[in-house]
C-alpha cells in the first residue's frame, strides 16, 4: 500500500517506515600522520693539550690531533648504529691551549652546554680536579691517558672511568710474558722523572707477583740520549753502565721516551729490553690485525690520514662504551649510563678478540694487552695458562681484594 508523501513523512520520523537506503558516502578527512620520535641526541666532550711541532724533522713525532681523532671514529661509529636505534651523538672538542682556560674551566664549561660524558687525554692531576668539579653535576669523566694507579686507588673517584690500562696491568702484561719465556732475571733502569719512578714501583710489584727476580735497579744520568743529534762522550760510558749484571732482560723506566731507545743493542752483553721502550704493553698497534682489528686500522686511516696510536684507541673506546651503553638503556642519563658501566650485562666489542668490560670495585676498564716489538705482535696478555674466579682478564693488575679504593 502506498502512503501518501504526509504519512510517509511522519512515518521516517517515528522511525517507522525501515532503514533508509544509503545515499552517496561523505567525505572523510584524512588521518594526521602519527607523530615520528625525535632522535636522542648524545654529546660528548674531548679534553686534550695539541702536541707542539717539533723543532727539527721527527719521525716518531707526536700527532697534533692524537687523541682526539680517535674520538671522532668513536662518534662516526655511534652514528652509524644511531641511524637504525634513532640515535645522534656530537663531539665537543676542546683543544687546552697554553695561557688559556684551565681543564676544569673548559669541563665546567661544557657540562653548563649539557654535555654530560667527558673524555679526558690528560695527566692525573687533571683527571682528578675535572672528575671533583663536574661531580655535582653529574658528568662522567672518561680517563683515556692516564696510567696512574693512584686514580684505581686511594684517588679513585666513583664518576671516573678508566680506558687507558693501569702501570699495573701494563707491567703485569708483561711480566707474564717473561714468565712464559723463562725469563726472570731482570735489569731495572729508572729514568729521572716522577713518572719513571712510579713505572719502576709497579714493576717491582709485578716481580713479587710472578717469581721475577731484580737482580739490579740503576738510575740513568746520562741525559736524552736517545734525543740527541749525532755521537757523544756519554755514549760509551753508557755501554759500560750494563757491565757486570746478570740478567735474562734489561726493563727500561722512561715513560718521556727520553732514553729508553738508546739502551737495545748498547748493552755490553747481548740481551733484550723491554719496559716503556722495546719489548712493550699497549693497548693497540699498527702491526695489530687480528679480530677485525684491521678494518678498524683502514677505517681510521683513512679518517685521520695517519696510523692509529694506544691514545687514539683508549679515546675511541671510550666514546663507543657511551655509545653502547645508550643504545642497550635507549636513554642517556648519565646516572643511568654509569650504573649500567658497571652491570654484568654490559661488554664493548673492541677489536680485543673478547668483549671488554668493567670492574665495579676502580672503574677499570678490563682488557687484553698485547705485548709488541716495533715492527710485530710478539704476543697476548693474559697469557695462556692463568686462571681466575671471575675472568682470566683480572689476573693484570690489582685485583679486588688488593684495592685500596673506596670511592668518593
Same mark, same amino acid.
Given at each position: 500500500m502506498r502512503l501518501p508523501t504526509r504519512t510517509l513523512l511522519a512515518a521516517l520520523a517515528l522511525g517507522l517506515a525501515g532503514p533508509v537506503p544509503p545515499g552517496p558516502a561523505r567525505a572523510q578527512e584524512p588521518a594526521a600522520p602519527p607523530a615520528q620520535p625525535q632522535?636522542?641526541? @648524545?654529546? !660528548?666532550?674531548?679534553?686534550?693539550? +695539541?702536541?707542539? *711541532? #717539533?723543532?727539527? &724533522?721527527?719521525? =716518531?713525532?707526536? #700527532?697534533?690531533? =692524537? $687523541?682526539?681523532?680517535?674520538?671522532?671514529?668513536? !662518534?662516526?661509529?655511534?652514528?652509524?648504529?644511531?641511524?637504525?636505534?634513532?640515535?645522534?651523538?656530537a663531539l665537543d672538542e676542546v683543544a687546552l691551549a697554553e695561557g688559556? +682556560?684551565?681543564?676544569?674551566?673548559?669541563?665546567?664549561?661544557?657540562?653548563?652546554? $649539557?654535555? /654530560? &660524558?667527558?673524555?679526558?687525554?690528560l695527566p692525573a692531576a687533571e683527571v682528578l680536579a675535572v672528575s671533583d668539579a663536574v661531580r655535582a653535576d653529574g658528568a662522567v669523566v672518561f680517563n683515556a691517558a692516564a696510567p696512574d694507579d693512584a686514580l684505581r686507588g686511594a684517588e679513585c673517584r666513583g664518576n671516573v672511568f678508566h680506558i687507558v690500562p693501569s702501570r699495573a696491568m701494563l707491567t703485569d702484561a708483561l711480566a707474564q710474558f717473561l714468565t712464559f719465556m723463562r725469563w726472570r732475571k731482570l735489569f731495572?733502569? *729508572?729514568?729521572? %722523572?716522577?713518572?719513571?719512578?712510579? &713505572?719502576? =714501583?709497579?714493576?717491582? %710489584?709485578?716481580?713479587?707477583?710472578?717469581a721475577l727476580k731484580i737482580q739490579a735497579e740503576k738510575p740513568w744520568t746520562f741525559g736524552p740520549l736517545a734525543r740527541a743529534r749525532g755521537d757523544t762522550p756519554t755514549r760509551a760510558e753508557a755501554m759500560v753502565f750494563t757491565r757486570g749484571i746478570d740478567y735474562d732482560m734489561a726493563i727500561v723506566a722512561d715513560e718521556a721516551n727520553d732514553w729508553g731507545d738508546y739502551v737495545p743493542? /748498547? @748493552? *755490553?752483553?747481548?740481551r733484550p729490553v723491554g719496559g @716503556?721502550?722495546?719489548?712493550?704493553?699497549? @693497548?693497540w698497534h699498527p702491526t695489530l690485525e687480528t679480530w677485525g682489528a684491521a678494518q678498524a686500522q683502514n677505517r681510521f686511516r683513512r679518517l685521520a690520514g695517519r696510523l692509529m696510536r694506544p691514545l687514539d684507541y683508549q679515546a675511541w673506546a671510550a666514546v663507543r662504551a657511551v655509545g653502547d651503553a645508550v643504545t642497550a638503556r635507549k636513554t642517556n642519563d648519565p646516572a643511568s649510563i654509569a650504573a649500567f658501566l658497571v652491570d654484568p650485562a654490559f661488554s664493548l666489542p673492541a677489536y680485543k678478540g673478547v668483549s671488554l668490560s668493567f670492574r665495579p670495585?676502580?672503574?677499570?676498564?678490563?682488557?687484553?694487552?698485547?705485548?709488541?716489538? +716495533?715492527?710485530? *705482535?710478539?704476543?697476548?696478555?693474559?697469557?695462556?695458562? &692463568?686462571q681466575h674466579q671471575r675472568t682470566v682478564l683480572d689476573t693484570l693488575g690489582l685485583d679486588q681484594p688488593e684495592t685500596a679504593c673506596k670511592f668518593r
Open positions: 632522535a636522542l641526541e @648524545t654529546r !660528548i666532550g674531548v679534553l686534550y693539550r +695539541p702536541q707542539a *711541532v #717539533p723543532a727539527s &724533522y721527527d719521525a =716518531e713525532a707526536v #700527532p697534533e690531533d =692524537e $687523541g682526539v681523532a680517535g674520538a671522532r671514529m668513536g !662518534i662516526q661509529d655511534n652514528n652509524t648504529t644511531g641511524r637504525f636505534t634513532k640515535q645522534t651523538y688559556g +682556560p684551565s681543564a676544569v674551566e673548559a669541563a665546567k664549561g661544557l657540562v653548563a652546554k $649539557g654535555v /654530560k &660524558y667527558l673524555v679526558l687525554a731495572l733502569i *729508572v729514568g729521572p %722523572n716522577e713518572a719513571d719512578r712510579l &713505572y719502576a =714501583e709497579a714493576w717491582k %710489584n709485578s716481580a713479587r707477583k710472578f743493542y /748498547k @748493552t *755490553v752483553d747481548p @716503556t721502550q722495546g719489548l712493550i704493553a699497549t @693497548t670495585w676502580d672503574h677499570q676498564l678490563r682488557q687484553p694487552l698485547i705485548i709488541v716489538q +716495533p715492527k710485530a *705482535v710478539v704476543s697476548v696478555a693474559p697469557e695462556q695458562g &692463568y
